[in-house]
């Protein structure tokens, strides 16, 4: 599976971005998802989603501002940014992974998308958000 990521760039405080990952290879089952690495910074995770879409999660720095989706006829996943702010300024990545046994719980409620382990990453696009 190879990922690429896209539609990073320049843009104002409060300027929303539309990020998007194609997918080439086998990605059916699997959640796939968006981490940020700003300057000096950990990796940290920002959004996820399932296979079927059914299931999303999202960091408390994030939520009502970004929002994950994707498009499995066509395997790609998009992240919608809004109103960004200067600490939204990262390299984000695509990444995927299937989710291993007992990710689901009898309810059907996933485990944590946040520490999937996930096997495939994309390379990365920069968001500069100018205060």
């Known amino acids: 599976v190879q990922l690429q990521a896209s539609g990073g760039g320049l843009v104002q405080t409060g300027g929303s971005l539309r990020l998007s990952c194609a997918a080439s290879?086998?990605?059916?089952?699997?959640?796939m998802g968006w981490f940020r690495q700003a300057p000096g910074k950990d990796r940290e995770f920002v959004a996820a989603?399932?296979?079927?879409?059914?299931?999303?999660d999202y960091a408390d720095s994030v939520k009502e501002r970004f929002t994950i989706s994707r498009d499995n006829t066509k395997n790609t996943m998009h992240l919608q940014m809004n109103s960004l702010k200067p600490e939204d300024t990262a390299v984000y990545y695509c990444?995927?992974?299937?989710?291993?046994?007992?990710?689901?719980?009898?309810?059907?409620?996933?485990?944590?998308?946040?520490?999937?382990?996930?096997?495939?990453w994309g390379q990365g696009t920069k968001v500069t958000v100018s205060s």
């Open positions: 989603i399932s296979w079927s879409a059914g299931s999303t």
């Open positions: 990444a995927a992974g299937p989710t291993p046994r007992g990710f689901w719980d009898e309810r059907g409620e996933p485990g944590s998308f946040a520490k999937l382990l996930y096997d495939y």
């Open positions: 290879g086998r990605t059916s089952g699997y959640a």
